[in-house]
T-cell receptor
């Protein structure tokens, strides 16, 4: 019930292209869905987050799309740049009981110049 | 603020030895989290504290692992005795409230190698 499934495991995109990473969850008690970005040798850092009362949130080139009925959410990176090359984690948390973030397995994104 | 500070950055120890990882959260943050990252299992929550009190330690693998938070500015994660399967990167993170409205701030991690 705490699991968040993330795909793909790795992704190669050309500079200027769109990167899409998908996540799915089972626990309907989840009500907060952030994405974290991690560079080698560093800890994850919050990128963007969404709550289920909206279907989309955009911040610059990064967009979260959320489908509550399908229990899925995705990260879209528009105009991908080599500097976006990193590992991306989706996560989810609930507002009762175990409230800490549960992370997906991560997607290693490589943006080729 | 210098962010979440973890020490040491790297630790190599022999099987059976005691290992202590340290974390200084961001001043003013009242929630602290310990995560373990491996290729096989990704980022796993080990334990988290709210206002220095352990709230959920269900992720602690076994009795060899223990964590303390004696005050708002310091936490330790101890492994005794250590085993090769404990090799991983251990992250500490802090936030204001466990509902993470401002996001978690992670430290740079401690890479532990048990040989």
């Amino acid at each position: 019930q705490q699991q968040v499934k993330q795909s793909p495991q790795s992704l190669i995109v050309q500079k200027g292209g769109i990167s899409i990473i998908n996540c799915a969850y089972e626990n309907t008690a989840f009500d907060y869905f952030p994405w974290y970005q991690q560079f080698p040798g560093k800890g994850p850092a919050l990128l963007i987050a969404i709550r289920p009362d909206v279907s989309e949130k955009k911040e610059g080139r990064f967009t979260i799309s959320f489908n509550k009925s399908a229990k899925q959410f995705s990260l879209h990176i528009m105009d991908s740049q080599p500097g976006d090359s990193a590992t991306y984690f989706c996560a989810a948390s609930r507002n009762t009981g175990r409230r800490a973030l549960t992370f997906g397995s991560g997607t290693r994104l490589q943006v080729q110049p | 603020d210098a962010g979440v500070i973890q020490s040491p950055r790297h630790e190599v120890t022999e099987m059976g030895q005691e290992v202590t990882l340290r974390c200084k959260p961001i001043s003013g943050h009242n929630s602290l989290f310990w995560y373990r990252q491996t290729m096989m299992r990704g980022l796993e929550l080990l334990i988290y504290f709210n206002n220095n009190v352990p709230i959920d330690d269900s992720g602690m693998p076994e009795d060899r692992f223990s964590a303390k938070m004696p005050n708002a500015s310091f936490s330790t994660l101890k492994i005794q005795p250590s085993e090769p399967r404990d090799s991983a990167v251990y992250f500490c993170a802090s936030s204001f409230g466990d509902r993470q409205s401002g996001g978690y701030t992670f430290g740079s991690g401690t890479r532990l190698t048990v040989v």
